[in-house]
């Protein structure tokens, strides 16, 4: 007696509309790739009232950059989803906030100090040193809103550019600005984005601290 083999169950159509979707592409577009006579021929496909032959089959796989294994058996979002859940990484770095900014100022150089900041995690890593620090003003908007956080690397004065956002640490505390450098009288410019905001200078030799604005974390 032969016992019948048991299907599989087959994802074609909420996969064919899960990535549909994905790329952005309209039920026009999809029934032209296929030379379909019109975008319901397509949508049958999606809703499983039909089946794409295997040639179609094989021209989705590739338009959609998958196997045809995937294609036909898998459910492709979920399965994306578990991965891109499990990819994700979180790196710890610490974090300045606004109730400990003027402290910071004047602690940055204390290595004691620095372990007590609290930390904040990241979902990508950072190129090198990294630090994260509260943003308070609009003097940097539309740019970097108030009340974000921006995660910053430190660099050097040295390899300052003109008109990027940094962080810069003075005596006189942290400020969020765009960075603008005359070597000959070794002058650092701090501009505002928002323009209601004048540009100010400070000596280049007052800076103890740097950090390239690399990231910007919506509160």
Same mark, same amino acid.
């Given at each position: 007696?032969?016992?019948?083999?048991?299907?599989?169950?087959?994802?074609?159509?909420?996969?064919?509309?899960?990535?549909?979707?994905?790329?952005?592409?309209?039920?026009?577009?999809?029934?032209?790739?296929?030379?379909?006579?019109?975008?319901?021929?397509?949508?049958?496909?999606?809703? @499983?009232?039909?089946?794409?032959?295997?040639?179609?089959?094989?021209?989705?796989?590739?338009?959609?950059?998958?196997?045809?294994?995937?294609?036909?058996?898998?459910?492709?979002?979920?399965?994306?989803?578990?991965?891109?859940?499990?990819?994700?990484?979180?790196?710890?770095?610490?974090?300045?906030?606004?109730?400990?900014?003027?402290?910071?100022?004047?602690?940055?150089?204390?290595?004691?100090?620095?372990?007590?900041?609290?930390?904040?995690?990241?979902?990508?890593?950072?190129?090198?040193?990294?630090?994260?620090?509260?943003?308070? @003003?609009?003097?940097?908007?539309?740019?970097?809103?108030? @009340?974000?956080?921006?995660?910053?690397?430190?660099?050097?004065?040295?390899?300052?550019?003109?008109?990027?956002?940094?962080?810069?640490?003075?005596?006189? @505390?942290?400020?969020?600005?765009?960075?603008?450098?005359?070597?000959?009288?070794?002058?650092?410019?701090?501009?505002?984005?928002?323009?209601?905001?004048?540009?100010?200078?400070?000596?280049?030799?007052?800076?103890?601290?740097?950090?390239?604005?690399?990231?910007?974390?919506?509160?």
């Amino acid at each position: 007696m032969s016992v019948p083999r048991k299907e599989k169950h087959s994802y074609i159509g909420p996969n064919l509309f899960f990535l549909r979707k994905q790329k952005g592409n309209t039920l026009e577009q999809m029934a032209d790739l296929l030379f379909l006579k019109g975008k319901s021929s397509y949508k049958a496909y999606e809703e @499983g009232r039909s089946l794409p032959d295997i040639h179609k089959l094989m021209k989705l796989a590739s338009y959609f950059d998958t196997s045809l294994e995937e294609l036909v058996y898998q459910d492709i979002e979920n399965l994306k989803a578990s991965k891109k859940t499990e990819d994700t990484k979180l790196f710890e770095i610490g974090k300045v906030p606004l109730a400990a900014a003027a402290g910071y100022a004047r602690s940055f150089g204390d290595l004691g100090y620095i372990r007590e900041l609290e930390t904040i995690k990241i979902p990508f890593q950072p190129y090198g040193i990294a630090r994260a620090f509260d943003i308070e @003003g609009d003097s940097m908007e539309p740019e970097i809103p108030d @009340g974000a956080t921006v995660v910053g690397i430190k660099i050097s004065p040295s390899e300052i550019k003109d008109n990027k956002a940094y962080i810069i640490v003075t005596v006189n @505390g942290l400020q969020c600005k765009n960075i603008s450098i005359d070597e000959d009288e070794k002058i650092i410019y701090l501009i505002s984005k928002n323009q209601k905001y004048r540009m100010k200078h400070i000596e280049k030799s007052d800076v103890m601290e740097i950090w390239e604005v690399w990231r910007i974390l919506q509160n």
